[in-house]
């Protein structure tokens, strides 16, 4: 976290595996609305844009990885500084969930730790392809016990979204950022 001119400027990032819709979603939330600047750089893509809560307005960049290759060495770099992730599974794709949950899990101990300050996001996206839908809730509600008894310290919540409809997103989102800025207000004290 830092802050400049009086606004705090957050970081949030985006993590799961490559095709699971995390560009799409943060593409769908940033939308035409935001005046959002974008900019890619060692294989992240960051984007900006303000966000007014409780009178105070913040800045929020989030990260989003432009390759998997990249990511491996620059890992620490990714996470650094975070106050939040998201992690983004694909509701059509059961196989390996466990694994996939795994690594996340690992490289957030690793990089993160068990911080109470730290919020984490469990998005099951790609709502809108009902016909292909494998992850049913009982097991969303086991991925979230799961990390939680894993990394009991942080904030959690569960969305289901789309990217492509926009279901979803938004609170997604805005839960993140919220969350983001508590805990800044809160570390800032
Ligand atoms: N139907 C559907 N397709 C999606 C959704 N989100 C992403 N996709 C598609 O999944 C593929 C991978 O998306 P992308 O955002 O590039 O994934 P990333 O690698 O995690 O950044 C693309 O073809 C997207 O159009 C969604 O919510 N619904
Ligand atoms: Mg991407």
Do not use: C
């Not at 940033?30 to 913040?58: A, E, H, I, P």
């Not at 996001?121 to 292909?132: G, P, Q």
Request: proline share 1%; net charge negative; charged share 25%.
């Amino acid at each position: 976290m830092f802050m400049i001119d009086d606004e705090f400027i957050l970081k949030v990032i985006l993590l799961g595996n490559s095709r699971v819709g995390k560009t799409s979603l943060r593409k769908r939330y940033m939308g035409k609305n935001f005046g959002s600047q974008y900019r890619q750089t060692l294989g992240v893509d960051l984007s900006f844009f303000s966000y007014k809560y409780r009178d105070v307005q913040n800045k929020i960049v989030i990260w989003d990885l432009a390759g998997e290759e990249v990511f491996k060495s620059h890992r620490y770099m990714y996470f650094k500084g975070a106050l939040g992730a998201f992690l983004v599974l694909d509701l059509t794709q059961s196989l390996d969930l466990k694994k996939q949950v795994d690594s996340w899990v690992d490289d957030l101990e690793l990089n993160v730790g068990n911080l109470e300050e730290f919020s984490l996001a469990i998005i099951f996206n790609k709502l809108d392809l009902v016909d292909s839908r494998q992850i049913m809730k009982p097991q969303e509600d086991e991925v979230l016990s799961y990390v939680r008894s894993m990394l009991p310290a942080y904030s959690y919540a569960v969305f289901e979204t789309s990217a492509l409809n926009g279901d979803g997103v938004k609170d997604a989102f805005e839960w993140i950022i919220t969350r983001a800025i508590e805990s800044a207000l809160k570390t800032e004290l």
